[in-house]
């Protein structure tokens, strides 16, 4: 059985200087019927994804798609011992069909996390301040600290690593960071914390700058509590509420109702 069949992306708002490309595959072998119905599946998802404007719950099924027809390939190409089991790749369409769908979904989501942090910087708590680069830092410190207990907590993004350290009872506040920077070189936070390291052109030493570094910490906390006070209609919302506002102003269509 031989199936030629015509895969397309087409253009978006979301990536103005693109424009619509059609995928010439061919398909042959007994599993060609197959495979070419997923892939239309996954044609047909992708398309109604671009026209919610990538929102969260279809391009959860986007993925779902490209990992169901990624795992059925392999499944087949086991059974028969590394044979293409049916595909013809057209001038490298096949490939490059699913390659500009996973770029777009992997570029959205990254531009999308990278905005609703900025947003949750405001709306959100202490920890939520913190940047990625200190949160890995502080988890790595812990591994070191004590790996059979935090040696099993995955590295991905900051929100996910706050989570899990959440459940193993670390609560990352200022008194936290205070432990955390007297093990830690301070000057790798120093931009990040706007800390001056320099006195009338001398450099301070490392213990005059974790004691600016420790005031920072508590001054930060301070600020979000009292943002709280004056605001309680931003900071004391429920989550819910908040990954509503987040998802009116138009950053929370990809990553939905996550600690972001």
Not at 51 to 67: H, M, R, S
Not at 91 to 116: D, H, P, W
Not at 218 to 241: A, G, Q, T, V, W
């Amino acid at each position: 059985m031989t199936i030629r069949l015509d895969l397309c992306i087409n253009s978006d708002p979301e990536f103005p200087y693109t424009q619509s490309s059609i995928y010439e595959v061919r398909m042959y072998g007994i599993n060609a019927h197959t495979n070419a119905q997923k892939l239309k599946h996954i044609e047909i998802q992708f398309m109604l994804t671009q026209k919610t404007n990538y929102k969260i719950d279809e391009v959860q099924k986007t993925l779902a798609l490209l990992d169901d027809y990624f795992s059925y390939r392999q499944h087949v190409k086991r059974y028969y011992w590394g044979n293409d089991f049916g595909f013809y790749d057209y001038s490298s369409n096949f490939c490059a069909f699913l390659t500009g769908i996973q770029c777009r979904l992997e570029m959205v989501s990254k531009y999308r996390l990278l905005e609703t942090r900025s947003i949750k910087s405001i709306l959100g708590n202490f920890e939520e301040s913190i940047s990625p680069k200190m949160i890995h830092k502080i988890l790595t410190w812990l591994k070191k600290k004590d790996f059979p207990k935090y040696g099993t907590i995955k590295r991905g993004i900051k929100e996910e690593i706050i989570i899990d350290l959440k459940k193993h009872d670390i609560i990352i506040n200022p008194k936290f960071l205070c432990d955390f920077i007297d093990d830690n070189n301070p000057i790798e936070f120093v931009k990040e914390w706007k800390i001056k390291t320099h006195i009338n052109g001398k450099r301070m030493k490392n213990i005059e700058i974790r004691k600016l570094f420790k005031k920072a910490f508590y001054k930060r906390e301070n600020d979000c509590i009292r943002f709280k006070m004056i605001y309680p209609s931003l900071n004391s919302l429920p989550k819910h509420i908040e990954s509503l506002i987040i998802s009116y102003l138009g950053f929370g269509s990809v990553l939905g109702d996550q600690s972001i």
